[in-house]
């Protein structure tokens, strides 16, 4: 319970700092100042990705690896970033190997190696639990969508990454969760 308050917690921390990056209005230019929140918002992404992969890994005798959560997640996101340059779609498909790769990377007894094992371990789990993380994204997309439409500035920001970090701390929690059981 109490890593599902503090999970939440986190959410509620990192959509609270994306809204209050949106404060200033700044419109996407080559600036000085819009860099500097464009950083600070990834900076931020990172941190709260890392620190809730800590969070839903599964507790363990030994202490979390925020070491290793980081290093997953930055990967993660320059590859994905990377790819999305490419195509959309391969941005997708890299969003969801991402989850299946980094999820794993905070607990204490997991490694990234262990998601893509949890394939062969417990395969209709793991498509079940990728369709899952599928309609995650699209519905985390399809929520900024909508908020970005209907609800604008630093409120609008909110409420988009709260949904946006709820889901993905489910999904995270869940790939976790079965690279877990796959080692067991």
């Known amino acids: ?25 700044l419109t996407p230019a080559i600036g000085v100042e819009f860099v500097a929140l ?15 992969l800590v ?34 779609l391969a941005g997708a498909v890299g969003l969801l190997v991402a989850f299946v790769v980094a999820s794993p990377a905070g607990g204490a007894d997991a490694g990234a190696l262990d998601g893509p094992r949890s394939f062969r371990r417990h395969p209709f789990r793991a498509a079940l639990l990728l369709v899952a993380t599928a309609l995650t994204i699209v519905v985390a997309v399809v929520a900024a ?20 970090g709820a889901l993905v701390a489910l999904a995270a929690r869940g790939w976790a969760r079965l690279a877990v059981r796959t080692r067991g």
């Open 38 to 52: 464009a950083a600070a918002s990834a900076v931020a992404l990172v941190a709260f990705w890392a620190t809730t």
């Open 145 to 164: 969508l909508v908020l970005g439409l209907f609800v604008a500035g630093a409120f609008g920001a909110f409420l988009t990454w709260v949904v946006a």
């Open 1 to 25: 319970m109490r890593r599902t308050a503090a999970a939440a917690g986190v959410v509620l921390v990192h959509a609270l700092v994306q809204a209050l990056l949106v404060l200033p209005g």
């Open 55 to 88: 969070l839903v890994g599964t507790p363990g005798a030994r202490r979390p690896r925020i070491v290793r959560a980081l290093a997953a997640v930055i990967v993660a996101l320059v590859v994905v970033g990377a790819l999305t340059v490419l195509s959309p």
